[in-house]
């Protein structure tokens, strides 16, 4: 019988297909996007029930992204709470 081509010595299983991770990638921002806080009182209002106002900047040829935290909760005021610039401005936020 001759000796098998098989080669034994190798155990770590291969993934040829890994999954892909659920979450979402700010890495996939080739610039590092421009995170400023403002104060919700001085930009919407003193009345104003906005808790977090974040101007985020995804490019530096772009217009800014204006991000409002409020009951409703994170959205873009231009695109919705769907925008990228809402993932940028909730990772920039600091936990309560
Ligand atoms: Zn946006």
Redesign the pocket.
């Known amino acids: 019988m001759p000796s098998s081509p098989k080669r034994t010595g190798r155990t770590t299983p291969v993934r040829s297909a890994p999954v892909a991770p659920a979450a979402v990638q700010i890495d996939l921002f080739p610039e590092r996007p421009s995170v400023e806080r403002l104060d919700p009182r001085a930009n919407v209002g003193p009345r104003t029930g906005v808790e977090d106002l974040v101007r985020v900047r995804l490019r530096a040829v772009e217009a800014p992204?204006l991000v409002f935290h409020d009951r409703h909760g994170w959205y873009?005021e231009?695109?919705g709470a769907t925008?990228p610039?809402v993932a940028v401005a909730r990772a920039e936020d600091p936990p309560a």
């Open positions: 992204h873009c231009a695109h925008c610039a």
